[in-house]
């Protein structure tokens, strides 16, 4: 059974960092190329920042860039996002995303709150 399981998200004041881990399971970690998304409150999800099967290839949304980080660790079957210097424009669930060919996989999501 496929899972990609999500924690780390919470509340945290603007400038303030948080790590998020999805814990793979179920695929081969290995060969899947990892994203993570995010969805604010009335808007469509979008792409945060995505990561090759060996790590060496990155990609982040301009929102982000410089801020954020995307890691993984292969064997451990997880991919961690790493975001510092938070916005309040950052609040939204933020999914895990495996694609492996044409499957595609997802996580039930993390919140993220940036708040005073």
């Known amino acids: 059974q496929v899972q990609l399981v999500e924690s780390g998200g919470g509340l945290v004041q603007p400038g303030g960092s948080l790590r998020l881990s999805c814990a793979a399971s179920?695929?081969?970690?290995?060969?899947?190329?990892m994203k993570w998304l995010r969805q604010a409150p009335g808007k469509g999800r979008e792409l945060v920042a995505l990561?090759?099967?060996?790590?060496?290839?990155?990609d982040y949304a301009d929102s982000v860039k410089g801020r954020f980080t995307i890691s993984r660790d292969n064997p451990k079957n997880t991919v961690y996002l790493q975001m510092n210097s938070l916005k309040s424009e950052d609040t939204a669930v933020y999914y895990c995303?495996?694609?492996?060919?044409?499957?595609?996989?997802w996580g039930q999501g993390t919140q993220v709150t940036v708040s005073s």
């Open positions: 995303n495996a694609i492996l060919g044409y499957l595609n996989y």
């Open positions: 179920g695929f081969t970690f290995s060969i899947a190329t």
């Open positions: 990561i090759s099967t060996s790590g060496g290839t990155t």
